[in-house]
Structure formats: structure tokens, C-alpha cells
């Protein structure tokens, strides 16, 4: 597999197949521009899928072309998110399937979000693959949907073509949690509470349930090979401080795949929300489609 520095728009060295776009292909505008979304932006309307035995999953779909796309947002977020609209602008320009939609107990889903685990939000994963989607896919997953769309490769290996993670945080919040001071787990598990720290929100801390944490030990993928061999895209930046980048390294490494690429975008910070990160995450996509297209 093979790394390369992202500074800006572009790639150092040969490793692009082709110059970067950063453009709307249908109608030249910039992605993101404002201009670009009015003219380019279908309507967009929120549907949900039925479940009988699990809550109801609200999504939006764009109908086109294979490979499809899907994105799986991060922890506590929803699928309303500027990577997952650019990509949406994107799949509609060239008239590709995509699918954006929001976890149990997240966003417009049904649920409450504090019952939630890693598991369960896996199995959401699965139900869009299973019931929406039609044909191979590319899973785009930022943060810990880089961590879902793992387990839905290994899972789902007829029907997912290739991945994109976006600061992929495998196994992150339970090596996190290891880490801490064997005092500090025992109070953890004795309160049943962990408060784990962040800048997203105005309390500056996640509440998690003791059980969250164990049972999400029960999906970690980073202590052995990873049965994964699709093309992998794993970008990250290097001014990362909620997930490290050399996760993205580690993922590298563990998975069988020899199609691999790890982006270190040098400026990046964790959301990769700046105009250039969202170029290079759209670029990326579009590169991927084009190889799928040749194999």
C-alpha cells in the first residue's frame, strides 16, 4: 500500500492517475460554491426505512448508476453533513446512486441514541446496504462510520466495491478508553458513565454508558488481519487531534487488500470540512469510480 502527503488540491508525485478535479463535471461550477448547489442541488426529501424489529432508519437516496455511493457519518452526527452533501452534489452531476442517511437514535432516525451500541448501529449499516441499495457500492465513512464501513466490507463482501474512510477511527473509542489510568476505568465502571472529552458540543464531553464501551470491544478490528480486499482510500489529516492519523496507517496495514492508499492530508484536522479537504474527499470518490469502471 502506498502513502502519499496531501498540501493542497492536488497529490504530491505520481501517485494521482489524473489531474484533480475541482469542478462539477456537468456544469463547471466549483464543489460547494453556492452557485453550484442551486443549480446542481436536487430537492431533497427524507424517507424512512421500516423495520419490525428495529427502529425506523430516515435517509435520502439518489437514484443512478453503479457503482452507487453510500455515507456513514460520524459518532453523534447525521447525515446532514457538508462531506456527505458534497458527495451528494457530486453522484447527481454524473448520475450515480447515493445514499445518505442517519443512525439509530441520531438525526431524523427513530431511537434513543443513549441506548445505542456499536453493534446496533452496524446492523444500520447493513439494512441500508441489504435493503436500499442495489448493485456494488463505495462506503464512504468519516470518523467512526470509517469504523462501520470495516465491518460492513468483511460483512457484505458481494456487495461493497470499494471504501473512502475519512479519519477512520477504528477501535478508537475503546483504546481510548484503555488507556486511561486503571483508576480512572474502575471509576468509569463503578458510575456506569464514562464522560468522554470533545469540542463538538457545549457540555465538551460525550456521555457514554460503561456497557457502550464493552460492547463495542466486541467489534475491534485492529488486533488481527482485517478480510478486507477491495481499493481502500483512507484519508486523514495530520492536525487530527480527537482520532491520530496513525490509525488510518494501522487500518493500512491490517487489511489484506493490497489496493490501499493512505492520504495524510498535512493541514487536515479531524472533520476535513475545509473546501480543499472536501475537493480532495470528491476527487478521491471520482477516482475510485473510474477504476471500478476499468476492472
Known amino acids: 500500500w502506498r502513502v502519499r502527503v496531501a498540501a493542497g488540491c ?9 489531474p484533480w478535479r475541482c469542478c462539477c463535471r456537468r456544469c463547471g461550477r466549483p464543489w460547494g460554491s453556492r452557485l453550484f448547489s442551486l443549480v446542481c442541488r436536487p430537492k431533497s426529501s427524507v424517507s424512512f ?17 453503479n457503482p452507487g455511493i453510500i455515507f456513514l457519518p460520524g459518532f453523534n452526527s447525521n447525515m446532514n453533513g457538508q462531506k456527505a452533501m458534497a458527495l451528494e452534489d457530486f453522484c447527481n452531476s454524473l448520475g450515480h446512486a ?25 446492523k444500520d449499516v447493513l439494512s441500508v446496504l441489504d435493503e436500499l441499495a ?7 465513512g468519516s470518523s467512526m462510520g470509517g469504523w462501520l464501513m470495516l465491518h460492513a466490507a468483511i460483512a457484505r463482501p458481494d456487495k461493497v466495491a ?7 477511527a477504528a477501535d478508537h473509542l475503546v483504546t481510548t478508553f484503555k488507556k486511561l489510568p486503571i483508576e ?17 458540543n457545549e457540555e465538551g464531553y460525550y456521555s457514554l454508558r460503561y456497557d457502550f464501551i ?18 481502500i482510500r483512507l484519508i486523514h489529516g495530520m492536525k487530527d487531534d480527537d482520532v491520530p492519523w496513525q490509525i488510518s496507517m494501522q ?32 476527487n478521491t470518490v471520482d477516482d475510485l469510480i473510474d477504476k471500478l469502471a476499468t476492472l
Not at 470499494?162 to 477512520?168: F, H, Q, R, S, Y
Not at 474502575?186 to 469540542?199: D, V
Not at 493490497?258 to 474527499?281: A, P
Open 10 to 18: 492536488g497529490a504530491a508525485g505520481a501517485v494521482a492517475p489524473r
Open 49 to 65: 426505512l421500516t423495520r419490525p424489529d428495529r427502529p425506523n432508519l430516515a435517509y435520502h437516496r439518489l437514484k443512478g448508476r
Open 98 to 122: 447515493f445514499i445518505r442517511f442517519d443512525y439509530t437514535g441520531c438525526g431524523s432516525s427513530e431511537g434513543k441514541f443513549e441506548e445505542c451500541t456499536i453493534g446496533k448501529w452496524r
Open 134 to 140: 442495489d448493485g456494488p457500492q463505495i462506503l464512504v
Open 162 to 168: 470499494a471504501l473512502v474512510g475519512v479519519a477512520a
Open 184 to 200: 480512572a476505568q474502575k471509576e468509569i465502571e463503578e458510575k456506569g458513565e464514562w464522560k468522554f472529552p470533545t469540542k463538538y
Open 214 to 231: 464493552k460492547e463495542a470491544e466486541n467489534h475491534c478490528v485492529l488486533n488481527s488481519p482485517i478480510p478486507i480486499t477491495c481499493p
Open 251 to 282: 487500518v493500512a496495514d491490517r487489511v489484506l487488500s493490497k489496493d490501499v492508499d493512505v492520504i495524510l492530508r498535512k493541514t487536515g484536522q479531524h472533520r476535513m470540512s475545509e473546501k480543499e479537504d472536501t475537493k480532495l474527499l470528491v
